[in-house]
T-cell receptor, first 112, second 114 residues
């Protein structure tokens, strides 16, 4: 897995968009960018993934720069329940998929 | 939740005793994983399985063994528990999401070794 770098913590007001950055400057062409989050004491939860194109699902949007060296996870209308640790992971999938490397992530705190 | 359960959810044991944690899944997933999570280390892979009786080591496998005698169960055994194995243990499975597989995690087992 390519190394990823995330800010240790971020704050966001409830109802506003939360934009979580991730740098992955050494990502290889076959590595996807995955985002997971972990709410206190629970197992990590898959959010979204992408390769080159921007992606959107019911939880979030993922914006990947054209050079693929960085990405941003967007929670469009953050709620208090979005307070969690967010992990950005670069992984090639396939037989290597299972060996996910979880770094320290970003602690997102959503304030009322 | 991809049908993953872990048992027990909490356990307190003494140093030197064997401990077995169970991960059970109901959706016939091929790949299963055991991670541990400790403050300052994030999640680290202990062992994983890619089929019945097919297992391999992860990053922190010393002191742990696993078995998978049937698709639905993946067992993690601490042969002789030590205080350094006090941790939260998560099981995970791979689930297909179109172009890629993603991992779904169980609720975790909190283990305290005294």
């Amino acid at each position: 897995d390519a190394k990823t770098t995330q800010p240790p913590s971020m704050d966001c007001a409830e109802g506003r968009a939360a934009n979580l950055p991730c740098n992955h400057s050494t990502i290889s062409g076959n590595e996807y960018v995955y985002w997971y989050r972990q709410i206190h004491s629970q197992g990590p939860q898959y959010i979204i993934h992408g390769l080159k194109n921007n992606e959107t699902n019911e939880m979030a949007s993922l914006i990947i720069t054209e050079d693929r060296k960085s990405s941003t996870l967007i929670l469009p209308h953050a709620t208090l329940r979005d307070t969690a640790v967010y992990y950005c992971i670069a992984n090639a999938g396939g037989t290597s998929y299972g060996k996910l490397t979880f770094g320290q992530g970003t602690i997102l705190t959503v304030h009322p | 939740d991809a049908g993953i359960t872990q048992s027990p959810r909490h356990k307190v044991t003494e140093t030197g005793t064997p401990v077995t944690l169970r991960c059970h899944q109901t959706e016939n997933h091929r790949y299963m994983y055991w991670y541990r999570q400790d403050p300052g280390h994030g999640l680290r892979l202990i062992h994983y399985s890619y089929g019945v009786k097919d297992t391999d080591k992860g990053e922190v496998s010393d002191g742990y063994s696993v078995s998978r005698s049937k698709t639905e169960d993946f067992l993690l055994t601490l042969e002789s528990a030590t205080s350094s194995q006090t941790s939260v243990y998560f099981c995970a499975i791979n689930q297909d999401r179109g172009d890629q597989e993603t991992q779904y995690f169980g609720p975790g087992t909190r283990l305290l070794v005294l």
